[in-house]
Each structure stands twice: as structure tokens, then as C-alpha cells.
């Protein structure tokens, strides 16, 4: 049974919330909140799984709740319902130690999915942006994994992201998330068609994934949970 706790900045998105996941009989609300005060009150006396919450609370981003959050009860998980569908939003949140990222109007329907692979330890973000947020994770890997600013997050309570791919197997994971196949990622590569097979048969074994797709939201989940 998943511990939850909901936390929005309208009444009525609340209701919508806690309507959907109340129908998910292994999903228990055990806290609903309209404000910050609220949830950390719940959270210090609940210690719950996972808290969802709205991006904007009291207009604080619900990220910033994190370091308390943690501080009242260090294995509680946040996951936040934005209203934002641009990789830049989802980066940020992700980056600050959130868990999992929805985008509201499109990722309602698989909150509960959401939910479990948080729970299970893995990490969620909306299905509209992960092929473009991918390159922000190789980016950062390539040029910021020892940089003072890596350190700088992480002295201030972020957890950083410390992926463990090579620069191809990035390209390569971005790639396939764009739906190229693997011919055109050989021939952008230049490398051989049965290399890159190589390549993903390595990456889907690496990621404990049985397909393309499973492979490139395994990847993601890994990294973000190599804290």
C-alpha cells in the first residue's frame, strides 16, 4: 500500500486529484493539503510515501518544499503535477530532487502508474517530454559531472545527476527516443548498422529493460537514482 499525500493549490484540482487516485485500492490518501503549512504538518505527522503536489503552492514551486520535506521525513518522495510541458520546467524540478513530473492535462490518466514507479524506487517524466529532455541529461554528464557546479547543488541539499553512460550510448538513447531507426542512427554515427545493434542490445541488458521504450524510461530512472 502506497501512503499518500495530496497536496494543490485549488480545491477544486484537489478534488479532480484525489478523485482519480481514489479508485486505486492498493493507493491510500492519507492527507489532503491547499497550502505549504498544511502539507509539512501532514508530513512530520503521517511520515508518508510519496507526496503529491501542485507546482505552484501558495506560489512557492513545490520543489522548494523538498529540503524540509526531507528534513521531517528523509524517505518521503515528491512528485509534482505541473502545468508546464517544456523540458527546461522538467529539468529543473528533476535536478532539485523531485521524483516524478506529470504534465497535468496529458499525464492525469497514468498518475497512479506514475505513482508506483516512484514508489519502486524509479523516476517518471511526462511521456510528451522525455525525448527532449534526454540531451539535458548528456549535456550535463559531459560537461558538469566534476564542475563546481555540481558541487554547488549538491552542497545545497540537490542530489546532482551522476549518469554512467558513455557519450554514444547518450546519442544513442536520445536517437531512439526521437524514433529514428537503427539505419539512420548508423549512418548519423557513422558507425555500422550491427554496431549499433550492439550498442542498444548493451544498453536494454544495462537498464534491466526488455524493449526500446522500456530502455530509454529505465535509463532515465537509473540515472536520477544513482544519488
Known amino acids: 500500500m502506497v501512503r499518500l499525500i495530496i497536496a494543490m493549490n485549488w480545491e477544486k484540482e484537489l478534488r479532480h486529484t484525489r478523485d482519480i487516485l481514489g479508485i486505486h485500492a492498493d493507493l491510500s490518501i492519507i492527507g489532503t493539503a491547499l497550502d505549504c503549512y498544511r502539507v509539512l504538518q501532514l508530513v512530520e505527522s503521517e511520515q508518508p510515501d510519496i507526496v503529491v503536489v501542485d ?18 521525513s528523509p524517505a518521503t518522495s515528491v ?30 490518466d497514468i498518475l497512479a502508474s506514475a505513482i508506483q514507479m516512484v514508489h519502486t524506487g524509479g523516476r517518471y517524466i511526462s ?36 549518469p554512467n553512460f558513455s557519450r554514444t550510448e547518450w546519442q544513442i538513447i536520445e536517437f531512439i527516443s526521437q524514433g529514428k531507426t537503427t539505419k539512420e542512427i548508423a549512418e548519423i554515427l557513422n558507425l555500422k548498422t550491427g554496431t549499433v545493434r550492439n550498442y ?17 524510461f529505465s535509463a532515465l530512472n537509473c540515472e536520477l537514482a544513482e544519488f
Not at 55 to 72: E, F, N, Q, S
Not at 80 to 101: K, N, T
Request: proline content about 4%.
Open 79 to 108: 512528485l509534482i503535477i505541473s502545468p508546464y510541458d517544456d523540458e527546461d520546467h522538467a529539468w529543473d524540478a528533476m535536478r532539485r530532487g523531485v521524483s516524478g513530473y506529470l504534465v497535468r492535462k496529458f499525464d492525469m
Open 127 to 162: 511521456h510528451r517530454i522525455v525525448s527532449r529532455v534526454l540531451p539535458k541529461f548528456r549535456v550535463y554528464h559531459e560537461y558538469y559531472r566534476e564542475s563546481s557546479s555540481m558541487k554547488k547543488d549538491q552542497a545545497a541539499g540537490h542530489p546532482g545527476i551522476l
Open 55 to 72: 507546482y505552484y503552492l501558495d506560489d512557492i514551486k513545490g520543489w522548494d518544499l523538498i529540503p524540509v520535506i526531507k528534513r521531517k
Open 200 to 216: 542498444i542490445s548493451r544498453l536494454i541488458r544495462k537498464t534491466g529493460g526488455h524493449s526500446r521504450a522500456q530502455m530509454i
